[in-house]
């Protein structure tokens, strides 16, 4: 069946085909690049960008410290997680929120003015939110 | 032989609209964050690719903007130049006080729903609140015996808050009476800076100030926007989302400034007949347009049994949309909120 369909094509037809394989190529390949996304998380103290931590490429626990408003912020990274664990606070609401592995929800240390954003590395991700309500 | 070509046809096309869809990303995504009002507020842009530098600037306005409505809802500090809620305060029993008309905005739209809800809201719970923060903030240790609350109740009425439209004025008749604004200041500043960027030329945008978000137009390429909920039992994670146009989202929740003792949860919505934090749901959702709304009425349905809080809102506002997370984790919502809710997270 597909040798006389092709047997019948013109030129035209050809050309379509071609353009059609090379749209398709280039939609998966955008798509793949999208779900295999390296992340990272960039750590702000007072708006300004601290520390960047390649979440992706870690292989153990490490931890790291920022100076944060009201003391000390410690940090620590698992491979595509972030958390903090130790913080100068009346609440220690950011310790209590414990491991961020999402890019779509921050973790936020109000007291420090200090927070961390997980993002991937070269855009955003496929299925992110345009914004969350905490 | 025309059928197969056809069939290659109708898939470009649909390729080419999907191609056309991207080019729509001619939009650039800008943000901007910073704190105010005891929040993280974060600005959403998508400005055309001319106009990024001009829509940066308009965020660093924005976030004044902001900033000057946290003065005039500032309750613990007096602000030189304005008469804030503080000033309001500390001439309680002495005179009327005259405040910018945004205040007077928020104090009548707080008394209506305090009448409507029959009392589930109030702005003159200042004192309850501030002996509850005491222990919150470790200050005293335990919790206020109930004998301590009540012998506040005086000072709860809002009828001697007395408001003067004509001549902008507040008075509180009673000393020690406190106005408190926590709970629609926020959801106030983040409608008013919205309606500023949009009235900038802003077309497309989100303005999130923790628990409020204002969206405004569409989004750019999805047309509309994805609003993440925050799961109360994973904060690092969300439990649905809400797939709106330009409207607002807030969330009430027990799970963002609280303390433990004995093993029980104290958190900062006070219900006004208890003078107890609620313990009725872990969060309440609304959605509606107006973003000062949505915040009064996500904190007065936090207050009420769920079906009173059907009643009201079928009474005074049947187009707003509601959500009720309950202490056991049961999700349930009305009519509207159906029409825009999807559980689950990622």
């Not at chain 2, 187009?319 to 990622?346: H, K, R």
Request: aromatic letters at 8%; charged letters at 20%; proline letters at 4%.
């Amino acid at each position: 069946m597909w040798l006389k369909v092709w047997q019948t094509m013109k030129i035209g037809d050809f050309i379509v085909v071609a353009l059609t394989l090379a749209f398709v190529t280039i939609w998966g390949m955008s798509s793949f690049s999208q779900s295999s996304k390296q992340l990272e998380a960039h750590v702000f103290v007072e708006q300004a960008l601290v520390l960047t931590i390649p979440l992706s490429e870690i292989e153990e626990t490490t931890q790291y410290e920022v100076a944060g408003a009201n003391g000390p912020v410690i940090i620590e990274a698992q491979k595509n997680q972030v958390r903090v664990l130790q913080e100068r606070s009346p609440k220690h609401l950011c310790s209590i929120q414990g491991w961020a592995s999402q890019t779509f929800l921050p973790i936020v240390c109000l007291p420090n003015k200090t927070v961390i954003e997980v993002v991937a590395k070269g855009g955003e991700t496929e299925n992110e939110f345009d914004s969350v309500v905490r | 032989m025309k059928r197969f070509m056809s069939g290659i046809m109708i898939a470009t096309s649909i390729i080419l609209l999907t191609a056309c869809q991207s080019a729509k990303s001619e939009y650039v995504k800008i943000s901007d964050q910073f704190f105010a009002m005891d929040t993280y507020i974060t600005y959403t842009i998508y400005a055309p690719e001319t106009e990024v530098e001009s829509m940066q600037a308009l965020m660093v306005e924005a976030n004044a903007l902001f900033e000057s409505i946290d003065d005039l809802a500032n309750r613990f500090e007096e602000v030189a130049g304005v008469n804030n809620i503080a000033t309001v305060n500390k001439k309680a029993g002495k005179e009327p006080v005259v405040v910018d008309e945004k205040v007077i905005e928020m104090v009548e739209l707080a008394k209506q729903t305090e009448e409507q809800s029959q009392g589930a809201f109030s702005v003159v719970l200042g004192p309850v609140s501030d002996v509850w923060r005491s222990y919150q903030e470790g200050e005293r240790t335990g919790v206020p015996s109930q004998d301590e609350l009540e012998q506040l109740r005086p000072l709860l009425d809002s009828d001697q808050l007395i408001v003067d439209t004509a001549e902008n004025t507040l008075y509180l008749t009673q000393p020690d009476m406190i106005l408190d604004l926590g709970a629609i200041a926020k959801g106030y500043a983040t409608e008013y800076v919205a309606n500023w960027l949009e009235a900038q030329g802003v077309e497309h945008a989100i303005v999130n100030a923790g628990g409020n978000v204002k969206t405004i137009g569409t989004h750019p390429v999805n047309e509309t926007f994805r609003i993440g909920l925050q799961d109360p039992d994973n904060l690092s994670s969300v439990f649905g989302s809400v797939q709106i146009g330009a409207t607002s989202v807030v969330t009430s929740g027990d799970y963002q400034r609280y303390f433990e003792y004995e093993g029980q949860r104290y958190h900062h919505l006070i219900d006004p007949q208890t003078l107890q934090p609620a313990r009725l749901y872990r969060s309440v959702s609304v959605v509606t347009p107006n973003s000062t709304l949505a915040d009064v009425l996500s904190t007065t349905l936090f207050m009420m049994p769920q079906h009173e809080g059907e009643t009201f809102i079928q009474q005074y506002y049947p187009d707003v949309a509601v959500l009720w997370y309950d202490l056991a984790g049961n999700i349930s919502m009305n009519p509207q909120m159906e029409e825009l809710f999807t559980l689950g997270g990622e």
